[in-house]
């Protein structure tokens, strides 16, 4: 429970949150807005189990902290271990980063209510660093929070989707007929662009050292929580479609607008319910980026414990056990992201280098599957079923290296 818990706050955000609209603008390529979103939810999905499978058995041959860079490094040896762990470092931080861009796009209905001015800018770095202090007491306080959040999230938005079918008259053309798709090209680069929705499946494996059970726990975690979010995905952005015309989700000339759960909410529900969708969004992202540095914090903590990077950095704080300075480090660098980069950039980014990592997470398992003679300590807890090795994992590398041709 505590696995999917987890691994869902590092999903549930952002992705519902902010990426809808801008990825209707991205499958309408780029200049008319179109329903058909929630195939490319799917797709990306699909493309995402592969990597989920393969880390689902190397995290329970490794279950230490520090993830995907643990398992590239043993495979790959230290320089592109270094590569994966910095770029992971990176990737986590961004995607951290972009739920908190998010929470500043949700923050205005909060200033509306309560009729107060709020320095957005100054808003979501205090916020960041409330993130960074919680971090460092821990996991355990962090799964107590993110629990009623999580539930509380999805439980919520299927209401309103619910709420909606009951009460609007849904137009499925907007979202089934082939208009509501655009280009192959579109719907594949749409796909990409979403991929980093789902970033969060597998960054449980970030913290394995502390998790009991690991054989049974993280496998089985990893591949409901992936189930779970996909149908959340679908559900919610195909009837956010069905009930409103996608050009409701434009801000005029500024192309999408970064509040769509708001403007759905608000559609169809009136003002209270906006405004608590907008809290909701609020309070679900800071959960996101929660999970988001407790995981990224992982890398340089792993990659210093190798000798990679500076010694302080594997320092672990006397009273609470964590590596402090690897947390503080990763905070600043997300307070950078925030106030510098442009919202669709940094998913760009986050979605370009997660799908490489993904390949790269395939690679590792047929690697030290086929080499087993000199990599005779590889014996994971779970593999991967017999009949789905090594074609699942092929098809996690061709189809990730296609995705990042058609993400252009």
């Known amino acids: ?54 880390k689902s058995e190397l995290s329970t041959a490794m279950p230490t902290s520090g993830g995907s860079y643990v398992y590239v490094q043993k495979t790959f040896g230290p320089l592109i271990g270094t590569i994966a762990g910095l770029g992971l470092w990176a990737n ?114 970030a913290v394995a050292g502390e998790i009991k059970d690991p054989d049974r726990n993280l496998p089985y975690g990893i591949l409901l929580s992936l189930v779970f979010s996909c149908l959340l995905y679908v559900t919610v952005t195909l009837v956010m479609a069905a009930s409103l015309d996608p050009t409701e989700y434009m801000h005029g000339e500024h192309g999408a607008s970064e509040d769509p759960v708001y403007i759905f909410a608000e559609a169809i529900g009136g003002g209270t319910v906006g405004a608590i969708a907008a809290i909701l969004a609020v309070v679900t992202m800071t959960s996101m980026a929660l999970a988001g540095i407790l995981a990224s914090s992982r890398f340089p903590f792993a990659m210093s414990r190798d000798r990679l990077l500076p010694q302080f950095l594997e320092n672990l704080h006397e009273r609470y056990g964590t590596p402090h300075w690897a947390i503080i480090g990763t905070g600043l660098a997300m307070g950078l992201a925030i106030t ?69």
Request: proline letters at 4%; aromatic letters at 12%; charged letters at 10%.
């Open 1 to 54: 429970f505590s696995v999917v818990i987890i691994s869902l706050s590092a999903m549930i955000g952002s992705g519902l949150f902010v990426l809808p609209a801008l990825a209707m603008l991205e499958m309408g390529g780029g200049s008319n807005p179109v329903g058909g979103v929630w195939l490319a939810y799917l797709i990306a999905a699909l493309f995402v189990l592969p990597g989920a499978v393969s």
């Open 92 to 205: 986590f931080m961004l995607k951290s980063a972009f739920a908190l861009i998010g929470f500043k796009a949700y923050l205005w209905v909060i200033e509306d209510l309560i009729g107060v001015d709020i320095n957005l800018e100054t808003a979501s770095l205090a916020l960041l660093v409330l993130i960074v202090s919680i971090n460092i007491l821990g996991v355990k306080r962090i799964k107590k929070i993110q629990t009623p959040i999580v539930i509380f999230s999805a439980l919520y938005l299927l209401s309103l989707c619910a709420y909606a079918l009951s009460t609007q008259e849904m137009v499925w053309d907007r979202v089934l007929s082939k208009d509501s798709f655009g280009s192959w090209n579109d719907v594949a680069s749409t796909s990409a662009f979403v991929f980093v929705s789902y970033a969060g499946v597998t960054k449980i494996a």
């Open 340 to 408: 510098f980069l442009p919202v669709h950039d940094v998913a760009e980014l986050a979605s370009g280098f997660k799908i490489m990592i993904f390949m790269l997470i395939n690679a590792c398992v047929i690697v030290l599957r086929s080499t087993s003679k000199s990599h005779a300590w590889y014996d994971p807890g779970w593999k991967t079923p017999w009949p789905l090795y090594p074609l699942i994992q092929l098809f996690g590398i061709f189809g990730g290296a296609a995705l990042l041709y058609l993400m252009g």
